[in-house]
Structure formats: structure tokens, C-alpha cells
């Protein structure tokens, strides 16, 4: 499969909107969902990594989920959570 940019251009239909490229091999979204792994796939990621810490926000998934359903998509997954306030130079 090709860069995801490429795939997203050609199958801009799977996820409109959700995963947004900022170079030919690198995508960035709002918050995702194990029902959102398929289609990063389809999108030709290889590789999720979750920035979001656990419990910042009310009912949002769990990283463990999340990595559970790209591990079962045979995708690599990486969590570095970062609060917001916790970002500087």
C-alpha cells in the first residue's frame, strides 16, 4: 500500500474530514475510536500514536482499547500522552 496520503486522496470517502495530512506519510486526527481503526487502515496507516491521556475527558475510549483493536488490524501503536499544560519549550 502506498503513504496514506495517497490512499486518502484516492479513498477520500472512507473517513471525511477525521484524518488530516500534513505530509505524504503522516496523518493527524481528533480523537479516535477502535471503530475508527479500520478505517486508518483503509487510509494506509501503519502506525497510531494516541497523544491523549486516560480519564481526560468523559467518555472518551480508553488507549488500552484503542491499542487492542490496532493490535487485532496488525497496526503498530505507541502511547505518549501529554497534557495540555505539560507542553512548552
Given at each position: 500500500?502506498?503513504?496514506?496520503?495517497a490512499?486518502?486522496?484516492?479513498?477520500?470517502?472512507?473517513?471525511?474530514?477525521?484524518f488530516?495530512?500534513?505530509?505524504?506519510?503522516?496523518?493527524?486526527?481528533?480523537?479516535?475510536?477502535?471503530?475508527?481503526?479500520?478505517?486508518?487502515?483503509?487510509?494506509?496507516?501503519?502506525?497510531?500514536?494516541?497523544?491523549?491521556?486516560?480519564?481526560?475527558?468523559?467518555?472518551?475510549?480508553?488507549?488500552?482499547?484503542?491499542?487492542?483493536?490496532?493490535?487485532?488490524?496488525?497496526?503498530?501503536?505507541?502511547?505518549?500522552?501529554?497534557?495540555?499544560?505539560?507542553?512548552?519549550?
Open positions: 500500500m502506498g503513504p496514506p496520503l490512499a486518502a486522496e484516492k479513498k477520500e470517502d472512507v473517513v471525511t474530514g477525521q488530516v495530512p500534513l505530509a505524504d506519510d503522516y496523518l493527524v486526527s481528533p480523537q479516535i475510536g477502535p471503530e475508527d481503526i479500520a478505517a486508518a487502515k483503509a487510509l494506509g496507516v501503519t502506525l497510531i500514536i494516541n497523544n491523549r491521556p486516560d480519564g481526560e475527558e468523559f467518555g472518551q475510549p480508553k488507549g488500552a482499547e484503542i491499542e487492542a483493536a490496532a493490535k487485532a488490524a496488525s497496526l503498530a501503536y505507541v502511547a505518549i500522552p501529554v497534557r495540555g499544560m505539560a507542553i512548552g519549550p
